[in-house]
């Protein structure tokens, strides 16, 4: 039986069948992008699943090359908050450096399919660079359909892709290995690492190797979360200078965007917050400098709340904080927190008047806490979605507003569609999904 996660060995009669069989099976892609599934005898199921889903993703395998999704001062901003930036010297020295004289590339991307660090074999990054296998291309299945970069994210898992398997035409002379990174405490995907070049990148031993630099590489981010985690409990007057000056992931962070419930991390610690806990520290992380028991139940409840009622939460919310750091633990009279806290988002709202609107896309996953009624939350998510609408419909490019379009807030956004359509060019194929998704609005709303 044929290993679901790799193709055969390098070379030999079944490798060249095997390639030979998906190579038979481009023939049939255009009717799978008109919707006709078509059973190619010999495919990889892994394979045929996402040749499907690059097609009803409407990825083209005739485009040569990958989008750039950033340009050069986002990526170095973007890379520099980045959680995977801190394990870079760990990748480098496993992979990128015995890589060089190799013939393979070494790719680390984000969580979406985007390459963030391209290196190794200086010829074969010259020859990459024509099907835009660089720093800043959107190599998820979407753009580009089935690749082990994008594939790996799709399906959460290590993947090989050998050339012919490859759903854009342009990549067939290459082949990739690539394996999810997750995050040590959370277990969420930050990012893939790839290793792509000719036949050996597909070899068995490269998969072991990938995994294992990995491995080696979430172990390093761990120890490096303890260590920070046991600095700032010795020396608590460092912490609002460490937080300031060190990578983003280690600082205390809050996740509000697209959840009902927040996640809180705290000294390299997180835990799932109550809904009314989530609202207490989206409210007080607006207010710093503290908010009156009388104005935090204002901001609180819809209708007229109670003292006492606020009390109690903030003594539950109290003992929960307190599990993950006693430092911070929020203060009374006023209610405040005595750590800085960073909101997802505030770092919209950041990036936004930095003019980084792509990048505050990335990090916007939906509505703040969509479920809410407290009037302060309410006020929060309205302002933060208001503002990263406006910017993409004055500068957004089309991928970012047709990203923006798939959100749950957006999904009667007429304007934003039209759009879209002006920015598209006459012949573009994307017109149509366009067009059918404003003719679905306008069904909708006049049933």
């Known amino acids: 039986m044929r290993n679901p996660v790799h193709p055969m060995a390098p070379g030999g009669d079944a490798a060249e069948l095997l390639q030979k069989r998906a190579l038979a099976g481009h023939e049939h892609l255009e009717a ?17 699943e996402s040749w499907q889903r690059s097609a009803s993703l409407k990825a083209n395998p005739d485009v040569p090359e990958a989008p750039l999704a950033m340009d050069r001062d986002e990526l170095g901003e973007y890379r520099r908050q980045h959680p995977l930036a801190t394990i870079m010297p760990v990748i480098k020295k496993l992979l990128v450096q015995p890589s060089h004289d190799s013939g393979l590339l070494v790719a680390v991307g984000d969580d979406v399919g985007r390459l ?10 010259r020859r990459a660079e024509g099907m835009m296998f660089v720093a800043g291309a959107d190599w998820s299945e979407a753009s580009v359909g089935t690749s082990a970069p994008g594939t790996a994210l799709a399906l959460d898992r290590s993947i090989q892709i050998s050339g012919a398997e490859h759903f854009k035409r342009s990549v067939h002379p290459w082949s990739c290995t690539a394996v999810p990174f997750h995050d040590p405490d959370s277990g969420a995907v930050l990012g893939v690492v790839d290793i792509t070049g000719t036949e050996t990148a597909v070899a068995p031993h490269t998969l072991s190797l990938v995994e294992a630099t990995v491995a080696a590489a979430q172990a390093q981010l761990r120890i490096e979360r303890l260590q920070l985690a046991a600095a700032v409990r ?6 609002s200078t460490a937080a300031a000056s060190g990578n983003a992931l280690y600082r205390n962070s809050l996740q509000l965007l697209g959840r009902d419930q927040a996640l809180l991390s705290i000294d390299g610690r997180t835990v799932s917050l109550s809904a009314r806990h989530s609202e207490i520290l989206a409210i007080l992380g607006n207010y710093p400098e503290g908010l009156s028991a009388e104005d935090l139940c204002a901001q609180l409840y819809p209708g007229e709340g109670s003292s006492a009622t606020l009390r109690a939460e903030m003594v539950r919310l109290r003992k929960v904080v307190q599990e993950l750091s006693p430092d911070a633990v929020p203060e009374s009279r006023p209610y405040r927190l005595p750590v800085e806290l960073l909101p997802d988002s505030g770092q919209v709202l950041s990036c936004l008047q930095r003019g980084a609107h792509r990048i505050a896309l990335e990090i916007y996953k939906g509505a703040l806490l969509p479920r809410s009624e407290a009037p302060g939350v309410v006020q929060l998510r309205e302002r933060v979605s208001h ?18 379009a ?18 598209l060019p006459p012949r573009s194929p994307k017109r149509a999904a366009v067009v059918a998704d404003l003719e679905r609005i306008d069904d909708e709303l006049t049933a």
């Open 234 to 239: 010795e020396k608590p007057r460092r912490r």
């Open 32 to 48: 799978w992008r008109g919707g006709t599934s078509v059973e190619i005898p010999g495919l990889r199921r892994l394979v045929h």
């Open 406 to 423: 798939e959100l749950p807030e957006a999904k009667y956004d007429v304007d934003l569609r039209l759009a879209v359509l002006k920015l």
């Open 387 to 404: 503002l990263l609408r406006e910017a993409l419909l004055t500068d957004g490019s089309v991928e970012s507003l047709l990203k923006y």
């Open 116 to 125: 963030l660090w391209v290196d190794g074999d200086p010829v074969m990054q």
